[in-house]
C-alpha cells in the first residue's frame, strides 16, 4: 500500500464544489505540484489516521467563513476530547484517534483561509485565493525548514 | 397532543430530523422521519452532454461515488447501444467490490459500533470512534484497515479514493495496472481476516438486544435486490427481485429497462426524499426494502463459499427471510466478506489485465437506464437525450429513497417500543436514531460543513411551548 513521504503531510480538505469551500483541496493541488507530500480530500476521515501515524509533522488546511475573507490564520492543533462523529471528523479529532489507535500522533498545525463564499459553484473568490497562494508559500517555506 | 423533534439525527451521510408526536397521556401517535435538504441533480444536468453525467452525477455522493459512477456509465452506454469490453466489465466490478467494502466498514465499525458495542444507553460523549479506539483501539483499526483496503482499490484502479476518473461511458479509461492487481492480492488475505473476525464478534454479542432485533424494523414487508439467472446474489449486474416477507418471490427477473412498471414514486409532503413503492401493491402497500438484508432476502445464495455459510447460518438463526431491520448491520458484515471473495475471483480472471477496456459510439439510443447495487440499495439513473446527446430528462432513484417507507415504519415501531409516557431520556431517543443508521441512509454526503451540530431534541406542548429540551 502506499506509504506517506518523508517530511511533513499536507492535508487540504474541503469541497470543491462549494466555491471558497475548496480552498484547502486548491492549495494541497499546488503542494502536490511542487513535490510535496500533499493531498486533497473532501472531508476528513477515519482512515487518514493510518497516513498521520506514519509522519512527524502535519499541516490541515481549511476554509473558515468566521475569518474575514482573505485572512489566514495558523495554529498548533492540539487532540481533541471526545467529540462527536458522524462521516467527517475534525483536524483535532482526528489526531486524538491516531493517538488511540496507533499510540503516537505528529504535530500538527492548522491553517485556516478565511472564505467569502461557500455557495454552490467551483470557483474561489479572489480573496481566498490571495490566502491560498500566501499559505502555498508558508508551506512550502516550512517544508524547507 | 405533544411533539419530539430529533434535529439532526446523527452519524448518518446528510442532513434529517424526526418528529415523534406524543398524545396527552405520552404514548407515541405518530412519527416522521423527515429528509430536510434538496440536491436538485434532475434538473442542473438538463442540457449537459449524456458523456459528463458520470463525472456530475459522482458528486451527489462522497461516500460512496462509485455506485453513481457505475449507474450512471451504464445509462450511457445503453445511450450509446454499446457493450463494454469483458475487461472493463471485471474491472468495474472490482472497484465496485472497493466500494463496498470501505462503504460498508464505515457503516459498521465507525458509525453504528459504538452502539453495538459501546450499549446503546452508554455515555454519548464517548459513544463515537474515539470513544471506541479508546476501548477497542484494535476494532477501530480494522476499520480503518478495511476501509482503507477498500479505497486502495478504487484509487488503483481508477485513479483516485474520491470521485475517480476512470469510470467512463463505453468502458474504462485505463487497463488494470498489474502491479495494481498484485498490490491487491498481497492485501486480500488480512482484509479477510479482519471480515471473519469482526463478524465473530458481532455474532457474539447479538444476543444482548433481543428488544433492538424485536423492534428496529421488525416487520413484514417486501425485499429487493438484484440477482443472477441461478438467484445468486448480484451488485453489478443482474435483474431485479422482489421477495415478500413469506418467501414468495414477488416479481423476478426485471431488467432495468422495466423499473417503471413496478416502482412508483410517492412525493411526501414533509421530506425531500420521494418515497418509492411497488407499483403492482400501490402506496404505502407497496412498502420494500432494499440495501444489504433486502439483498440478502431476495437472493437464494451468495456464490461465493464463505459468504454463502454465513448467509446459511444467518437463515437458520433468524429464518430464511429475516425481518428485523437490525440485522442490517449483520447483513451488512457478511457483505463484506462476500464482496473480498468476489476481489479475488475478479483478479483470478484471465481477462482482467486486457487492455481492451473501452467501446466507443455516438448517440445510437435516446435513453439510457442504469442499475446496480449500491452499498445501500438498488440505485436507478434514467436520462433521455436529444440527437445530439445532450440529456433533456434526468431521474436518479437513489437508494435510501426506497427505504423511505420502512425507515419511517421502523422509526415508529422504535418510538412506541422505547417512548413511554412522555419520558425523554438520551438513550431511548439514541435507538430512534440508531434504527435509521442501521438503513446506513445516505441523504447526502458531498457537502463540508464547517461545524456540527449536536442532536437536538425539544418536546413541545400543543399550545406550542417548550415542556423539556435535550442537547447531546
Known amino acids: 500500500m502506499k506509504s506517506a513521504a518523508d517530511g511533513p503531510l499536507f492535508i487540504g480538505y474541503g469541497n470543491a464544489l462549494l466555491g471558497d469551500d475548496g480552498a484547502g483541496a486548491y492549495v494541497a493541488a499546488s503542494l502536490r505540484r511542487r513535490g510535496l507530500n500533499a493531498i486533497a480530500v473532501p472531508q476528513l476521515t477515519p482512515e487518514l489516521a493510518d497516513l498521520l501515524c506514519r509522519v512527524e509533522v502535519a499541516i490541515f488546511i481549511d476554509a473558515n467563513a468566521a475569518l474575514r475573507p482573505g485572512e489566514m490564520s495558523i495554529t498548533p492543533l492540539r487532540e481533541a476530547g471526545h467529540s462527536l462523529f458522524e462521516h467527517e471528523i475534525s483536524p483535532a479529532g482526528l489526531l486524538r484517534l491516531v493517538r488511540e489507535v496507533y499510540h503516537r500522533a505528529p504535530d500538527s498545525l492548522l491553517i485556516n483561509l478565511g472564505a467569502r463564499s461557500c455557495e454552490l459553484g467551483a470557483p474561489l473568490s479572489t480573496a481566498i485565493r490571495r490566502a491560498a497562494r500566501e499559505a502555498v508559500n508558508f508551506c512550502v517555506q516550512f517544508r524547507g525548514l | ?472
Open chain 2, 1 to 472: 397532543m405533544k411533539k419530539i423533534i430529533i434535529d439532526p439525527v446523527t452519524r448518518i451521510e446528510g442532513h434529517a430530523k424526526i418528529t415523534i408526536h406524543l398524545d396527552d397521556s405520552g404514548q407515541v401517535t405518530g412519527t416522521q422521519f423527515h429528509v430536510t435538504q434538496v440536491r436538485g441533480f434532475e434538473k442542473f444536468v438538463e442540457g449537459r452532454p449524456f458523456y459528463e453525467m458520470p463525472g456530475i452525477t459522482a458528486r451527489i455522493c462522497g461516500i460512496c461515488p462509485i455506485s453513481h459512477l457505475l449507474a450512471s456509465a451504464k445509462a450511457c452506454d445503453a445511450i450509446m447501444a454499446v457493450r463494454i469490453p469483458p475487461a472493463a466489465r471485471l474491472i468495474r466490478e472490482l472497484i465496485h467490490c472497493g466500494q463496498f467494502v470501505q462503504s460498508h466498514a464505515l457503516s459498521f465499525f465507525h458509525l453504528s459500533a459504538p452502539d453495538l458495542l459501546l450499549g446503546f444507553d452508554s455515555d454519548p460523549v464517548r459513544r463515537n470512534v474515539l470513544g471506541l479506539a479508546e476501548k477497542r483501539p484494535e476494532l477501530a483499526r480494522n476499520g480503518i484497515e478495511l476501509r482503507k483496503f477498500g479505497q486502495r482499490i478504487i484509487e488503483g484502479a481508477a485513479g483516485e479514493r474520491v470521485h475517480p476518473s476512470g469510470i467512463v461511458p463505453g468502458g474504462m479509461n485505463r487497463p488494470l495496472d498489474p502491479d495494481v492487481r498484485d498490490e491487491i492480492l498481497l492485501n486480500l488475505a488480512p482484509a479477510r481476516d479482519i471480515a471473519r473476525k469482526t463478524l465473530e464478534l458481532f455474532k457474539s454479542v447479538l444476543d444482548q438486544f433481543p428488544d433492538e432485533i424485536a423492534s428496529f424494523g421488525s416487520m413484514d414487508s417486501m425485499h429487493a435486490g438484484l440477482v443472477d439467472e441461478s438467484g445468486g446474489l448480484q451488485l453489478y449486474d443482474g435483474l431485479l427481485r422482489f421477495r415478500d416477507s413469506t418467501g414468495d418471490i414477488v416479481a423476478d427477473g426485471l431488467p432495468a429497462e422495466r423499473y417503471q412498471d413496478y416502482i412508483g414514486e410517492a412525493t411526501l409532503t414533509d421530506s425531500y426524499l420521494k418515497a418509492p413503492y411497488y407499483k403492482p401493491r400501490g402506496y404505502p402497500a407497496g412498502i420494500y426494502r432494499v440495501g444489504p438484508l433486502a439483498r440478502l432476502n431476495a437472493a437464494d445464495h451468495l456464490g461465493t463459499p464463505a459468504a454463502n455459510a454465513e448467509l446459511d447460518e444467518f437463515r437458520q438463526r433468524f429464518g430464511a427471510v429475516v425481518a428485523s431491520s437490525f440485522h442490517y448491520h449483520y447483513a451488512r458484515l457478511i457483505e463484506i466478506l462476500y464482496a473480498l471473495e468476489r476481489i479475488r475471483t475478479l483478479l483470478d480472471s484471465p481477462g482482467i489485465l486486457d487492455p481492451h477496456v473501452r467501446a466507443q459510439a455516438g448517440v445510437n439510443a435516446l435513453q439510457g437506464i442504469g442499475m446496480a447495487e449500491a452499498p445501500r440499495g438498488i440505485l436507478i439513473h434514467h436520462y433521455k437525450v436529444d440527437e445530439l446527446g445532450a440529456i433533456k430528462w434526468a431521474n436518479l432513484i437513489i437508494a435510501t429513497g426506497h427505504n423511505n417507507l420502512a425507515i419511517n415504519r421502523s422509526v415508529e415501531q422504535v418510538s412506541k417500543r422505547f417512548i413511554r409516557d412522555g419520558r425523554v431520556e438520551e438513550g431511548m431517543l439514541n435507538r430512534v436514531s440508531a434504527v435509521v443508521r442501521a438503513y446506513d441512509p445516505c441523504l447526502s454526503c458531498s457537502t463540508h460543513a464547517g461545524g456540527r451540530v449536536p442532536l437536538h431534541i425539544v418536546l413541545v406542548n400543543a399550545d406550542g411551548s417548550v415542556l423539556d429540551e435535550i442537547r447531546g
